[in-house]
């Protein structure tokens, strides 16, 4: 099946740094998703993409769809303490009758006030 | 509006006892998929329902596990015979359409003791 490498596994800032993660793909995908995940709850989108070579951007958040379509990177500017989670980058495939998201490991965020 | 609900949010129960997940959709999202999370993992794949289609039950781990779904409404995802290693977040989604944002309940935490 397809495999999603998500790096880095966590990250220890100062507020105020930027941030950037991002998943690498053994094949390709038609979305990219990014949702992000604090304890207890399930998990929240961020950012979705559909082209090949888009950036979207979500306040603080940007995030790109590689060009190759088996990459996707996402950015957080000016973190704030708020930020902290796990970020998940989700692929997903429009072929065939299943709709299912193949997700990465994981980036747990930690902001340092 | 109304986000996907799941109920309970925990539940713990002896080893070989049944139990059964429960998923209310967002009003009008035709397809649903439930996920399950480990500690510290990625989200994995269990089964996706699209309208009234035949559910695509390629994710299920085990013939313990099956799900039902009526019409765009509830669905319930029933485990039988608990083993331990069934412990674990279970997740349910829906998406208003099958290509894109799929959107998350808060999980049912399930520990097999």
């Known amino acids: 099946g397809q495999q999603l490498n998500q790096s880095p596994q966590s990250m220890f800032i100062q507020e105020g740094e930027d941030v950037s993660m991002n998943c690498t793909s053994s094949?390709?995908?038609?979305?990219w998703l990014w949702y992000k995940q604090e304890p207890g709850e399930g998990p929240v989108l961020l950012i979705a993409?559909?082209?090949?070579?888009e950036l979207t951007s979500n306040g603080r958040l940007t995030a790109q769809f590689g060009i190759t379509r088996k990459d996707s990177f996402l950015n957080i500017s000016a973190s704030i303490p708020s930020d902290v989670g796990i970020y998940f980058c989700a692929g997903q495939n429009s072929g065939g009758s299943n709709y299912k998201l193949t997700f990465g490991k994981g980036t747990l965020l930690t902001v340092n006030p | 509006g109304a986000g996907v609900s799941q109920s309970p949010s925990n539940k713990v129960t002896e080893k070989g006892k049944d139990v059964e997940l429960r998923c209310d959709p967002i009003?009008?999202?035709?397809?649903l998929y439930w996920y399950r999370q480990r500690l510290g993992q990625g989200l994995e794949f269990l089964i996706y329902?699209?309208?009234?289609?035949?559910?695509?039950k390629s994710g299920l781990p085990s013939d313990r596990f099956s799900a039902e779904r009526t019409g765009e409404s509830v669905s319930t995802l029933t485990i039988q015979r608990t083993q331990q290693e069934d412990s674990a977040v279970y997740l349910c989604a829906s998406s208003l359409r099958v290509q894109g944002e799929q959107y998350f309940g808060p999980g049912t935490r399930l520990t097999v003791t």
């Open positions: 009003s009008g999202h035709t397809a």
């Open positions: 993409l559909y082209k090949a070579g």
């Open positions: 094949s390709i995908f038609n979305t």
């Open positions: 329902f699209q309208g009234n289609s035949a559910p695509d």
